[in-house]
């Protein structure tokens, strides 16, 4: 089945700062979500974005699906930023495989005021 | 608008016992799954459902059963509990399964099994 590695596995930043978050993926996909899953556990749907690049306030993120990979964006991070980033896709075979997403392991970040 | 909702939000069971997980949405989403999540690690599809009647293995589909006899529920059956399905399940659902369609999370049930 289709591999997906997230980079960096933990990540450490102080309020204010910017990152980037990286997702690989093994096969072509036509399914690609990033989720955050808050210190609560609750799992929060930020994009959906098989291609291209899309913006919500201070997170964007861009997926070059040609060279299988996506990034997440976080601009002037804030402590309620905090938590595990998912990269999740789907679709590699099309038909009702759009739905069967495969998660990468995640990147936790934690944002210190 | 409730949107999914998972009960109940905790369990401890015995191994051997069987139980049932509900998931609910109210979005009329025609695609619906469960996953579980372990620790250190991202989600695993289970089961999951592109419409009422229709239902398909995941990832690791052994020792649970599915059904979808309506649109709104997803219940997940442990038939048999045993350690190994200790974990926090999750449940998702998404208007279709075509291209454009976000997937909406419950809130998780955290499931531990003695």
């Known amino acids: 089945g289709i591999q997906v590695e997230q980079s960096p596995p933990d990540l450490i930043l102080q309020e204010g700062a910017n990152s980037t978050l990286r997702c690989n993926f093994s096969?072509?996909?036509?399914?690609l979500q990033w989720f955050h899953q808050n210190p609560w556990g609750q799992l929060i749907n930020l994009f959906y974005?098989?291609?291209g690049t899309k913006q919500n306030g201070r997170l964007s993120a861009t997926t070059v699906a040609t060279e299988r990979y996506s990034l997440l964006y976080i601009s002037s991070s804030q402590t309620t930023d905090s938590g595990v980033y998912f990269c999740a896709v789907g679709g590699s075979a099309g038909g009702t495989s759009y739905g069967k997403l495969t998660f990468g392991q995640g990147t936790i970040l934690t944002v210190h005021p | 608008n409730a949107g999914v909702t998972q009960t109940p939000k905790f369990q401890v069971l015995k191994t051997g016992q069987s139980m049932t997980l509900q998931c609910a949405q109210d979005m009329n989403h025609e695609y619906m799954s469960w996953y579980r999540q372990d620790p250190g690690m991202g989600l695993r599809l289970i089961h999951y459902s592109v419409g009422a009647g229709i239902t398909d293995q995941g990832e690791v589909p052994n020792g649970y059963n599915v059904s979808r006899s309506t649109t709104e529920d997803f219940p997940l059956r442990l038939l048999s509990a045993a350690p190994s399905q200790t974990s926090v399940y999750f449940c998702?659902?998404?208007?279709?399964?075509?291209?454009?369609?976000?997937?909406?999370f419950g809130d998780g049930t955290r499931l531990s099994i003695l």
């Open positions: 974005i098989p291609s």
């Open positions: 096969d072509s996909v036509n399914n």
């Open positions: 998702a659902s998404s208007y279709s399964i075509g291209p454009g369609q976000p997937q909406h």
